[in-house]
T-cell receptor
Framework: NAGVTQTPKFQVLKTGQSMTLQCAQD?????MYWYRQDPGMGLRLIYY???????DKGEVPNGYNVSRLNKREFSLRLESAAPSQTSVYFC????????????FGSGTRLTVV | TQLLEQSPQFLSIQEGENLTVYCNSS?????LQWYRQEPGEGPVLLVT?????EVKKLKRLTFQFGDARKDSSLHITAAQPGDTGLYLC?????????FGAGTRLTVKP
C-alpha cells in the first residue's frame, strides 16, 4: 500500500547507545518531517526536509541528526540516546512545503533505559 | 505552553450523544487541520480549513474555522464507538504544522 513506512516499530536502547530510525515514502512527496509525540504535549517537530538535499531544525532538534538520503528516504539518528528521548517518533511527508495535509507513518516506539 | 490549546483533554460519552471539541490559539493561522489518531497508528487527516468562518462537513463531523482564524471546533453528531480516538488540531506555521496536545474521545456502546 502507498504511504509512509517506518522501521523499526519498537526499540529499546541503553543510555549512550546510538541508532537510526528509517523512513521511506512512495508518494513522490517533496517534503518530509520527523516528529516526536509525548503524553500531554502533542506532536513536536524535530527536523524537516523541504526537498531532497535540504534539512532544517524544528522545535526540538537537540540530540538528533537527520539525513535526506534521496527523495524517498529521510532518516533520524540518535548518536547517544538519553532517557529524555523515550517517545513515539513519527515520520510524515507532504507534496510541498506549503501543501496541505501530512501523511504519517505508523510510528516507532522508543524506550531508552 | 502549547501554541494550540485543545479542550477538553479527555471526553467519555455514550453512543448516540453529540459532542464538541475545541482548538484555540492566540495566533492567526493561514490554515488549520484536524486529524484523528488511533492507538498504535499515526494521525490521519480529516479536514483542512482555510477561510475564516468556513464550515466543512464530513458525514457526522462538522468543522468550523473561527472568523479571526485563531480557533476551530469539531462537532460530532450521534457519536459511534468507531469515533473513538485522539483528535488533533494543527495550525500552519512558517514551514510546518504546529499541533495541539489533542482531545482523547471514548464513545461507549
Amino acid at each position: 500500500n502507498a504511504g509512509v513506512t517506518q522501521t523499526p516499530k519498537f526499540q529499546v536502547l541503553k543510555t549512550g547507545q546510538s541508532m537510526t530510525l528509517q523512513c521511506a515514502q512512495d508518494m513522490n512527496h517533496n517534503s518530509m518531517y520527523w516528529y516526536r509525540q509525548d503524553p500531554g504535549m502533542g506532536l513536536r517537530l524535530i527536523y524537516y526536509s523541504a526537498s531532497e538535499g535540504t534539512t532544517d531544525k524544528g522545535e526540538v532538534p537537540n540530540g538528533y541528526n537527520v539525513s535526506r538520503l534521496n527523495k524517498r528516504e529521510f532518516s533520524l539518528r540518535l548518536e547517544s540516546a538519553a532517557p529524555s528521548q523515550t517517545s513515539v517518533y513519527f515520520c510524515a511527508s507532504r507534496t510541498s512545503l506549503g501543501g496541505y495535509g501530512y501523511t504519517f507513518g505508523s510510528g516507532t516506539r522508543l524506550t531508552v533505559v | 505552553t502549547q501554541l494550540l490549546e485543545q479542550s477538553p483533554q479527555f471526553l467519555s460519552i455514550q453512543e448516540g450523544e453529540n459532542l464538541t471539541v475545541y482548538c484555540n490559539s492566540s495566533s492567526v493561522f493561514s490554515s488549520l487541520q484536524w486529524y484523528r489518531q488511533e492507538p498504535g497508528e499515526g494521525p490521519v487527516l480529516l479536514v483542512t480549513v482555510v477561510t475564516g468562518g468556513e464550515v466543512k462537513k464530513l458525514k457526522r463531523l462538522t468543522f468550523q474555522f473561527g472568523d479571526a482564524r485563531k480557533d476551530s471546533s469539531l462537532h460530532i453528531t450521534a457519536a459511534q464507538p468507531g469515533d473513538t480516538g485522539l483528535y488533533l488540531c494543527a495550525g500552519a506555521g512558517n514551514n510546518d504544522m504546529r499541533f495541539g496536545a489533542g482531545t482523547r474521545l471514548t464513545v461507549k456502546p
